[in-house]
């Protein structure tokens, strides 16, 4: 036991290896030291109690290896340090309480490597660092109590892989992060995440576990994340978003993923947005996972005989005319009443068609007392079928029968298609 020092220490060129060493209790200073471009061994080795500072130094091309160490209660400080192409390995290794503290630390193009690592009561930062170009390493880790934060580090073209960890009580925070890549895949999170952040080409939470609140909306940057992967996701808690301030729908499209996983995603969001009263949100989530059921109908019959092919072409394109195009899948009354204004306008306008060429008439059963014009009657006619009125003032002849049964049957469905969504709306 006892305080050990290599302070302002130059190692100049080799390898430096404190491989399989036992260290006691007390403090372990590095500060200052510059380890030029060979390899430093610590694998294997035990560190008792007490802090562990690597401040301000400088480290060339090599590994730096704590693979499979043991570290007692205490912190373990690389600030302001300065890496080139280094390879840090803490793989394997256990990090009980205490910081863990890379803040304001310069990565240059390393790889960091904290894989299948264990971590106590410990606090794990990154704030303000810097990479240029490399890739963070932290699959399979166990994260038992505490806090991980990369706070306004800019890692902008690396990548950063947590996947298969899991955290149990651990607060993570990524404010303001720019960074290239950011997977939580098959991750348990039970605790607030904190992924506002500044900057991300892809955020993969496929497969994740997610018991709390995920906030996802960085006011400041609202477009942010460029494509959000959550296939497969089990949200018990909360994600916070926006559908249109965000632009959701061109992150999941921005995906490399097939319809099904896009609807399984969409439909996700919509139970999510539901939850947490975005209702407009929610209705705009359903619309697009409807459309991407859609999608996936059509996949299915390209298999078929080309007869029974038509007949589904037909059905679905009916579909999307009716339930899409017209009102939304009942999500919006205002589509659903212009939609009802146009079928009475088009249906006008056949009737007045053919009654000029003969093919079928409107007459008033009443003499005309108003002196209309036959396209004001034919208009007038269509308004009384469409809506049900049938005062019967005007009554069809000929091929306009047909079409006067077809309109009423229309308008019955539309009427009722634009009740169910304007009671959607206001119950909610």
Not at 22 to 27: D, F, H, I, L, Q
Not at 388 to 406: K, N
């Amino acid at each position: 036991n006892g305080n050990v020092s290599f302070y302002n220490t130059n190692f100049v060129k080799g390898i430096v290896n404190f491989k399989n060493t036992t260290w006691g209790k007390g403090v372990k200073n590095f500060q200052y030291a510059f380890w030029g471009n060979g390899d430093v061994l610590f694998a294997n080795s035990t560190f008792s109690d007490g802090n562990i500072s690597f401040v301000n130094c400088s480290f060339g091309d090599g590994e730096l290896s704590f693979k499979i160490c043991a570290f007692g209660k205490g912190n373990i400080d690389f600030r302001f340090s300065v890496f080139g192409n280094t390879h840090l390995i803490f793989e394997r290794a256990e990090l009980n309480d205490g910081l863990i503290d890379f803040s304001k630390t310069e990565f240059g193009s390393a790889k960091v490597n904290f894989n299948k690592a264990v971590l106590g009561k410990a606090e794990l930062s990154f704030d303000e660092a810097e990479m240029s170009e490399g890739k963070l390493l932290l699959k399979q880790i166990y994260f038992e109590e505490g806090s991980m934060h990369f706070d306004e580090a800019q890692l902008s073209n690396s990548s950063l892989n947590f996947a298969r960890s899991i955290f149990k009580q651990v607060n993570i925070s990524f404010y303001k992060t720019t960074l290239k890549e950011l997977s939580f895949e098959a991750c348990q999170l039970n605790s607030y995440c904190d992924l506002r952040l500044m900057k991300c080409e892809q955020l993969n939470l496929s497969g994740a576990f997610i018991r709390d609140i995920v906030d996802v909306s960085l006011e400041e940057n609202p477009l942010a994340i460029s494509a959000l992967n959550i296939f497969g996701t089990r949200l018990m808690g909360r994600m916070f978003l926006s559908w249109k301030v965000n632009n959701v729908h061109h992150m999941i499209q921005k995906n490399d993923s097939g319809h099904y996983e896009k609807s399984w995603q969409y439909n996700l969001l919509k139970q999510n947005f539901n939850t947490i009263g975005q209702y407009d949100d929610e209705d705009s989530a359903y619309v697009s996972f409807k459309r991407e059921e859609l999608f996936l109908k059509k996949e299915k019959i390209n298999d078929m005989h080309w007869i029974k092919k038509s007949f589904h072409r037909f059905l679905l394109g009916f579909q999307k005319l009716v339930f899409d195009k017209m009102g939304l899948y009942a999500t919006s009354p205002v589509r659903v009443f212009y939609s009802i204004i146009v079928g009475w306008f088009i249906f006008g306008l056949i009737f007045s068609f053919f009654h000029f060429l003969g093919w079928g008439k409107t007459w008033s059963s009443v003499g005309n007392p108003d002196h209309i014009s036959i396209i004001a009657q034919s208009f007038y006619h269509s308004a009384i079928t469409f809506f049900t009125i049938g005062y019967g003032d005007v009554f069809p002849q000929g091929i306009s029968r047909i079409v006067s049964s077809i309109e009423g049957f229309v308008g019955v469905f539309m009427m009722s298609y634009f009740t169910v969504a304007f009671v959607r709306k206001v119950l909610r």
